[in-house]
T-cell receptor, first 107, second 115 residues
Framework: EDQVTQSPEALRLQEGESSSLNCSYTVSGLRGLFWYRQDPGKGPEFLFTLYSAGEEKEKERLKATLTKKESFLHITAPKPEDSATYLCAPTDDKVIFGPGTSLSVIP | EAQVTQNPRYLITVTGKKLTVTCSQN?????MSWYRQDPGLGLRQIYYSMNVEVTDKGDVPEGYKVSRKEKRNFPLILESPSPNQTSLYFC??????????????FGSGTRLTVV
């Protein structure tokens, strides 16, 4: 059965304190992996698509990487406006959303 | 502006009273989908549509109906709502169902409470 987990469930960082979020998945025939950001009460907002192991993508303070079993979202020198829930979503013939990591960045 | 529009944003209703949540996209996307989001359970797919007149069940379709008569619209229908359908609902669209550089575009959500 396809599964996706994310850790930690919640993360609290001081402004400027870099860290990483983990997405672990068991999906046969991975066709891609999405990362989304979701603000409270709003719809998820697309960040990245990764297609193959070894691939990396960056956007401002965020960098996403992909291995055969995991994806990481690295956050460098975060700011309070980076506070949100981050969702990963591996795909085979359907998109499977993880439960998310709730990130709080404290000024 | 490219967007997915859901209405209403908030809805409180009583058990058994039929309701429809509308979803419209202006990006000419082929694929549209409905999700519900509940604490601790994440986003779960209710129904999806690959194109006009083509719909299929997702992971949690019980108690819901959909239709896709036009490419831009994908309404979600609850024929007889029950309290366990209280949730946050999202409509999403994409050019493709599982790949694409732009991922899914989500609506702003509909918070439904069934009492």
């Amino acid at each position: 059965e396809d599964q996706v987990t994310q850790s930690p469930e919640a993360l609290r960082l001081q402004e400027g304190e870099s860290s990483s979020l983990n997405c672990s998945y068991t999906v046969s025939g991975l066709r891609g992996l999405f990362w989304y950001r979701q603000d409270p009460g709003k719809g998820p907002e697309f960040l990245f698509t990764l297609y193959s192991a070894g691939e990396e993508k960056e956007k401002e303070r965020l960098k996403a990487t992909l291995t055969k079993k995991e994806s990481f979202l690295h956050i460098t020198a975060p700011k309070p406006e980076d506070s949100a829930t981050y969702l990963c979503a591996p795909t085979d013939d359907k998109v499977i959303f993880g439960p998310g990591t709730s990130l709080s960045v404290i000024p | 502006e490219a967007q997915v529009t859901q209405n209403p944003r908030y809805l409180i209703t009583v058990t058994g009273k039929k309701l429809t949540v509308t979803c419209s996209q202006n990006m000419n996307h082929e694929y549209m989908s409905w999700y519900r989001q509940d604490p601790g359970l994440g986003l779960r797919q209710i129904y999806y549509s690959m194109n006009v007149e083509v719909t299929d069940k997702g992971d949690v379709p019980e108690g819901y109906k959909v239709s896709r008569k036009e490419k831009r619209n994908f309404p979600l229908i609850l024929e007889s709502p029950s309290p366990n359908q209280t949730s946050l609902y999202f409509c999403a669209s994409s050019p493709y169902p599982v790949r694409g550089e732009d991922g899914y575009t989500f609506g702003s959500g509909t918070r439904l409470t069934v009492v």
